[in-house]
């Protein structure tokens, strides 16, 4: 991953910990916060961003999430000093979603297939491109979550609610605080046939500080 800086951001490198942890340790946090909402609230599949940050605790680094297809735009606005983790394009399965599958590996294989098979990966933040290479992506290992439970398959997937195992991949970004003001983000990923065709472009407001 090249050193991505301008006058208006900065990345984390694939080598670093922010905030004492791994890309790994982040990913899978990032999966457990995105899977555990329900489909009404889920930001997937909000189109505008006024969902896109339900669920946000962790004081230093916020979520985003892509879409489940197609492209949308959205806007959202955050405190300052809040750094971003977010897609360019992922997957993941479960053996809720997936019951004929037994075994973890059987999990990172499936996933795996899926992102092996993505051919355009790109993304830019206020109009400078940043190169999505194979150092961007990041293997989330199995993990325990727990999809809602309160309506019968009451998530993105359709699968059923209640404690399950899952695993993830994926291309990610890992953004520093922005500065004060308005940002632009644009991720998009595709398939090899383009039947799988996610998008999204951010409008970022970075609220000024209150001290």
């Known amino acids: 991953m090249t050193n991505d800086k301008s006058g ?18 982040w990913t899978t946090k990032w999966w457990i916060w995105f899977l555990s909402i329900s489909k ?16 946000e605790t962790d004081p230093n680094v916020w979520f985003l999430a892509a879409t489940t297809g197609g492209t949308v735009e959205r806007c959202v606005k955050l405190p300052p000093g809040i750094s971003l983790l977010f897609p360019v394009i992922n997957a993941t399965t479960s053996y809720s979603e997936e019951p004929r599958l037994k075994y973890d590996y059987e999990l990172t294989l499936y996933v795996k297939s899926h992102i092996d098979d993505i051919l355009i990966k790109e993304a830019s933040i ?74 999204v472009r951010w409008r970022i407001i970075v609220e000024p500080s209150k001290s």
Not at 40 to 55: D, H, L, R, T
Not at 160 to 184: C, M, Q, V
Request: proline share 6%; net charge negative; glycine share 12%.
């Open 126 to 199: 206020d109009g400078l491109d940043i190169a999505i290479s194979e150092n961007h992506r990041v293997q989330s290992s199995p993990f325990e979550f727990s999809y809602p439970e309160e309506l019968p398959k009451d998530n993105i997937y359709f699968a059923y609610g209640g404690n399950t195992r899952g695993a993830g991949d994926g291309y990610w970004i890992f953004l520093k605080p922005l500065s004060e003001g308005e940002h632009y983000i644009r991720t998009f990923g595709s398939c090899i046939s383009g039947r799988v065709q996610i998008g």
């Open 40 to 55: 009404k609230m889920n930001p997937a599949v909000n189109e505008s961003g006024e969902k896109a940050i339900i669920g």
């Open 8 to 25: 208006t951001f900065s990345v984390y490198q694939r080598d670093e910990q922010p905030f004492g942890k791994t890309w790994e340790e």
